[in-house]
């Protein structure tokens, strides 16, 4: 049961991914709410699962799509309590530290950045992680070390438009 609703949860954020990559919003956003109602039972409901984290973090991931940045911090920080997997606290980190940085915590998004970056984060979360550092050590003021997260960041090459027009937006500030 818990399997398949992860499943579910990760056909529809797929959908969701796509949807956005098409420029549809509208279509998007209801499968963004179908993962983050799905992955929610399995969090809620069978916190003991081992399917739980990852329900977590694909949570996250469509509350930050969603641009509710409480409720992704809230269910990222939930992962050290359901795993001790490093991968997954690391990349619960990351998506926490997003959550921050939108929350204008810099400090906060700082740190737990920097924590998902000192793991082995995939390429397309540490080029992410990698941005938003980036832009949060550029608003605390140290253009510097913002630019070579930015030039980090601009190297995968796997990163959405959106992201780029982002990264381009935050270099040509530094």
Do not use: C, M, W
């Amino acid at each position: 049961v818990y399997y398949n609703a992860v499943y579910d949860a990760e056909q529809a954020y797929d959908a969701a991914e796509e949807y956005r990559r098409e420029g549809r919003p509208v279509e998007a956003n209801t499968q963004y709410d179908s993962v983050i109602e799905k992955a929610g039972r399995v969090v809620v409901d069978h916190p003991d699962s081992k399917y739980a984290a990852g329900a977590a973090i694909l949570k996250a991931r469509a509350e930050l799509a969603r641009e509710r940045p409480e409720a992704a911090a809230a269910t990222a920080a939930r992962v050290g309590d359901l795993t001790r997997d490093p991968r997954l606290l690391g990349l619960a980190a990351g998506l926490e530290g997003i959550a921050r940085h939108r929350l204008g915590e810099i400090e906060a998004a700082d740190r737990l950045l920097t924590r998902a970056l000192e793991g082995d984060p995939a390429a397309e979360d540490k080029a992410l992680f990698a941005f938003h550092r980036g832009l949060a050590r550029l608003e605390a003021g140290r253009p510097g070390e913002a630019a070579a997260d930015l030039a980090a960041a601009g190297e995968e090459e796997r990163l959405g438009a959106e992201v780029r027009l982002d990264l381009a937006r935050g270099l040509s500030e530094v």
